[in-house]
Structures are given as C-alpha cells and as structure tokens.
C-alpha cells in the first residue's frame, strides 16, 4: 500500500485547510487510515483515525471540534479538514494505513507541511 499525503501549506491562525491522502495498491487490505503529525523538536503525535466503512472515527483532544475526518471509498482517499487552525498545529502531517481494527499502523505515506503564523 502506498500513500501520498497532500494539501499542507501555510495559513493564518483561524484559518482553514483540507490534507488529502491518497492511498494505492492493495487497499482492499486496510482497514483504517490515521493521521499523525510531528513538530520540530516533538515526538510524533497521533490526530485522528478513520474506519473504511466511516462508523467509527478517533480524535486527539488537540483537534477535537476543529478537525474532521472523512473518507472516500470510490477514491481510496481520506481526508483531514482543519479549522479554526493555531500556531500550535504547525507541523509535518503523516497519513498511516491499518489492516486490523487496533490502531496499530502497518504502512506510512510521505506527509505535508502545515504552517500556521499567529
């Protein structure tokens, strides 16, 4: 499975941005997709989680009420809108594939860079 992560770019705090991530190959075999993100100096840490079939989906206290995820089958394709971004949420974002029900990654995509000046 191969995953391409896209979307970032550099906003003003309050602003809004959507990350896309694409996933190809044997997708049929996931059953999950996360994202994460890493600041300088920071340990990677984990945002949300979606299931393939959308009933279940996992936030960050972080970015809960300002981020959403959602997915599209037909397009092996998942999605992080955020809003109300903080100077905080500045980071390298990952998207990461699962093919158990644990939140436990098995496949990692190259992220994107969120900026976010106060």
């Known amino acids: 499975v191969q995953l391409q992560a896209s979307g970032g770019g550099l906003v003003q705090a309050g602003g809004s941005l959507r990350l896309s991530c694409a996933a190809s190959?044997?997708?049929?075999?996931?059953?999950?997709m996360g994202w994460f993100r890493q600041a300088p100096g920071k340990g990677r840490e984990f945002v949300a989680d979606i299931t393939w079939n959308g009933e279940k989906t996992y936030y960050a206290d972080s970015v809960k009420g300002r981020f959403t995820i959602s997915g599209d089958n037909a397009k092996d394709t998942v999605y992080l809108q955020m809003n109300s971004l903080k100077p905080e949420d500045t980071a390298f974002y990952y998207c990461a594939a699962r093919i158990t029900e644990a939140l436990v990654y098995d496949y990692w995509g190259q992220g994107t860079q969120v900026t976010v000046s106060s």
């Open positions: 190959g044997r997708t049929f075999g996931t059953f999950g």
